[in-house]
């Protein structure tokens, strides 16, 4: 069941800054399948660049945030794709990602969420470049070891870990007859490792991200070979074959545990008003000023310009790095916000325009003016149910010779 | 325009008064103006009505005060402008005395910050001035909202968080002795840096609390005056101020531009400056709030405000004694009270009268600040004449 192979431009993989206890990646109180899937697109190297190329999305997930919300809306804006950009958002694992990217034509853009823990998204960009990805063979035996109904909080994980092993995910294996593997993905790393005994490339996570994570890994190394992923009784086989390992990308700050000084209240405890959050949407989610006929820029929008009154304005995109100009910690509880956080007004890089932004990716209260860092998509708030994204804060790491990492990250 | 005056001034007990609704509040408040008029006031010499009030419980103010008063046969018009509220009720009342609409009239502000359950009108204050999608999202509370413009102060200036404290415990020793205050005890400068802390520099002991109160005077026109009273207080000065209202569009952060442009054009109309002030109420729902109003008010040099409450310059027998009374710190902020009662203390303090004297002081100013910190106004008062500096 050979197909045309396809051809992945470039790829990349990001995983949040936030740690749990037992030291795994996992999910910022202001992240989400969303934000991560913006994330991982922006660690897709010349993604910038390659951004009016994509024609398609398709967002794989095994755990999606809303079954209806407004997902394609955000991540579309938050990349400055069209909104008319056809986006699809699909359940699946692993072995559905290697099916797509050795099935999607270029101008596809892949994104692929596991959202923890461990934590990871994925994203590939179908064209001309990184690698080339061919489908051999795939085998399916219903084994829904892990199964999740709509509307459980948590995986149903059938009691066996035994048949899992050897009935699933091996006997699927010697189906397949990956002699010589380098990449597994969908099975947790140490267990891999285990199954497929060539295996040189694996992912922390086993949902569908660890596909991308692997052949980023795989890229980035300059290494051919075979792939597999596997999930429950389906496991798929591909071919992987690099072209050009500067096009794949990996995201990675300095970990920070995740400590929460108390738990978040009821997120319907502040209200939203549907109507002033879709007239601020594209400015907020796209980042986007405005430019007066003089050349002064305003933002948050206004009717008029903030320097000249000239009502005659037309859309810029920001600067999307600033410096600290002044800020607050705030530590009394405050309904419906986790906390405690920091907020700063940031001045962006040359430019008049300064935002109000939250602090992500760092320890509240630990910032001070002058700092210099990124604006970043995070979802700022929940308002009634509703997730309000924005830009946050994410202050630039320390430079080699400071005291780079910061262990005790109370949230 | 013709001069006004102030010939009476009351106000309630500040704090946390469940026992007292709204209309309870307003009434007493004018029940204490109305028995301070050295000649006596009756209902009927009332020809108009300012009702200051930041909320609204029990509905549509205008009415509520009029009704509460027994003031139903004349206009009632319903000021609200933040903080600034109070003062602006003034000014617009001052106005129309001044400009010949009416010879007597009454201002009352009133605001009950604790009718309703406190997580869940916690996002209803808020939203009276927060930008829906740019401001509530992040989480602007309003003490990070003053705290953006302190931390900058702060920087730019030099002072620490032991200044903002010496603040806290000025106020609370005046408002000790206040038996209106809200807050009726003495702080120290440890306790103030060591209670936890709301949102940075700012610790519990550096907000005002959240009170309930009420606050009324009594205008007159100068043809009017001498029916009332034989010292009455001149109303020399008035000044509103318009900022920005987002953070991020504020030119600078350091000052409250609201407050410059309210104090100049006090200043101008009462033909006055900074240097002429003997006493003042000016707004400290913050305490580092205070110290930068020593500045914007031209109280002293940009930058000096530190050593200013340092060297005790602000203390009653200091160069220029500020909020006597206590402050909102101690007193307590019913927002659309304060201002009101901010002239109450100056009423008081200009002929003399005051619990926490200052000594023969001739011209007193009032000022709020607030909002998204995008309004401010001023008020500056001359004692009776005859009273000499």
């Known amino acids: 069941m050979r197909t045309d192979p396809q051809v992945i431009e470039a790829l990349g993989t990001y995983a949040p800054t936030w740690t749990d206890a037992g030291g795994s990646r996992c999910l910022g109180p202001d992240e989400d399948v969303t934000t991560m899937a913006v994330e991982a697109a922006r660690a897709v190297p010349g993604f910038a660049a390659s951004a009016g190329r994509v024609d398609r999305v398709v967002l794989v997930t095994r755990k999606p945030d809303h079954l209806l919300g407004t997902v394609a809306e955000v991540v579309l804006a938050a990349l400055g794709l069209a909104p008319g950009t056809p986006f699809e958002e699909r359940v699946g694992g692993a072995p559905e990602v290697l099916e797509l990217l050795a099935s999607a034509v270029s101008g596809t853009l892949v994104l692929a969420i596991d959202p923890g823990a461990p934590a990871v998204a994925g994203a590939a960009l179908m064209g001309e470049g990184a690698c080339r990805v061919e489908l051999h063979r795939a085998v399916r035996h219903s084994l829904p070891v892990r199964s999740r109904a709509v509307g459980d909080r948590a995986d149903l994980v059938y009691d066996d870990t035994r048949l899992l092993r ?4 091996r006997r699927a294996l010697t189906e397949l007859d990956p002699s010589g593997a380098v990449g597994v993905a969908g099975i947790p790393a140490r267990d891999a490792m285990k199954l497929v005994r060539t295996a040189v490339h694996v992912s922390p996570s086993a949902g569908p991200a660890s596909a991308i994570a692997v052949l980023t890994d795989m890229v980035r190394g300059g290494v051919d070979g075979d792939v597999v992923g596997v999930e429950n009784g389906h496991a798929v086989l591909v071919s992987v074959a690099v072209l050009e390992p500067a096009s794949a990308g990996a995201v990675l700050r300095d970990p920070i545990e995740r400590r929460t000084v108390r738990p978040p209240t009821t997120a319907a405890a502040i209200p939203a008003s549907l109507a002033s959050y879709e007239r601020a949407f594209d400015a907020k989610v796209g980042f986007v000023g405005r430019a007066c006929t003089n050349g002064h820029v305003t933002f948050p929008p206004r009717p008029r310009c903030l320097e000249c009154h000239d009502p005659d304005l037309r859309d810029v995109p920001l600067p999307r790095q600033g410096r600290v100009y002044t800020l607050s910690t705030v530590r009394a509880p405050v309904p419906g916000k986790d906390g405690p956080y920091t907020l700063a007004v940031v001045a962006l890089d040359d430019s008049h325009v300064r935002v109000l932004a ?4 760092a320890t509240p209260g630990r910032q001070s003016i002058d700092d210099h860092g990124a604006l970043v998509l995070r979802r700022v708030a929940v308002r009634a149910g509703i997730p309000d994204y924005g830009y946050a804060f994410q202050p630039d790491l320390p430079s080699p010779g400071q005291s780079a990492l910061d262990t005790s990250g109370v949230t | 325009m013709r001069d006004v005056a ?7 007990p500040f704090g946390e008064l469940f026992h007292l609704g709204i209309k309870d509040m307003v009434s007493n408040a004018y029940t204490a103006a109305k028995s301070s008029v050295d000649k006596g006031l009756e209902d009927s010499d009332i020809e108009a009505l300012w009702f200051s009030e930041v909320g609204s419980v029990d509905g549509f103010p205008a009415g509520v005060a009029a009704d509460a008063c027994g003031l139903i046969d004349v206009p ?8 600034a509220s109070g003062n602006d009720a003034i000014r617009n009342a001052a106005h129309a005395v001044g400009g010949g609409y009416a010879d007597v009239v009454l201002v009352v502000g009133a605001d009950k910050v604790r009718d309703t359950p406190a997580s869940a009108t916690f996002w209803d204050w808020m939203s009276t001035n927060r930008d829906s999608a740019w401001d509530m999202p992040v989480g602007l509370i309003s003490p990070a909202s003053f705290a953006l413009h302190v931390t900058r102060w702060m920087h730019e200036t030099g002072a620490r968080r032991e200044h903002l404290a010496q603040v806290a415990v000025k106020n609370h020793h005046n408002g000790a002795r206040n038996p209106k205050a809200h807050l009726r005890f003495d702080v120290t400068l440890q306790q103030v840096l060591d209670a936890p802390l709301v949102a940075e520099p700012f610790g519990l002991l550096d907000c005002a609390p959240q009170s309930d109160g009420a606050a009324a005077v009594i205008l007159a026109s100068k043809d009017a005056v001498e029916r009332f009273t034989d010292r009455p207080v001149w ?6 101020g318009i900022d920005r209202v987002l953070h991020a569009q504020k030119p600078d952060l350091s000052v409250f531009g609201a407050t410059r442009k309210a104090a100049k054009r006090a200043y101008a109309a009462a033909g ?14 913050f305490t580092g709030v205070e110290l930068m109003n020593y500045e914007d008010l031209g109280f002293c ?20 004694p500020v909020n006597a009374s206590g402050g909102l710190k101690s007193k307590g902020h019913p927002p659309g009270a304060t201002g009101v009662a901010q002239c109450v203390e100056l009423f008081e303090q200009l002929r003399g009268t005051a619990l926490n004297q200052v000594t ?8 709020n600040v607030g909002g998204p910190t995008a309004v401010a106004a001023v008020t500056i008062l001359e004692a009776p004449y005859g009273t000499t500096h």
């Open chain 1, 166 to 169: 050897e009935h699933g995910w």
């Open chain 1, 358 to 361: 939250h602090v992500t990716d």
């Open chain 2, 6 to 12: 102030i010939v009476g001034a009351g106000m309630i």
């Open chain 2, 76 to 83: 009632s018009t319903r000021v609200e402008n933040a903080c």
């Open chain 2, 235 to 240: 109303i020399r000065g008035t000044g509103i």
């Open chain 2, 272 to 285: 006055i400056g900074p240097a002429d002030i003997d006493v003042a109420e000016v707004h400290d729902c």
């Open chain 2, 301 to 320: 040099d940009r930058g000096e405000a530190w050593k200013w409450i340092e060297q005790g310059e602000t203390e009653v027998g200091g160069r220029l």
């Open chain 2, 360 to 367: 023969a002081p001739r011209y007193g100013l009032a000022h």
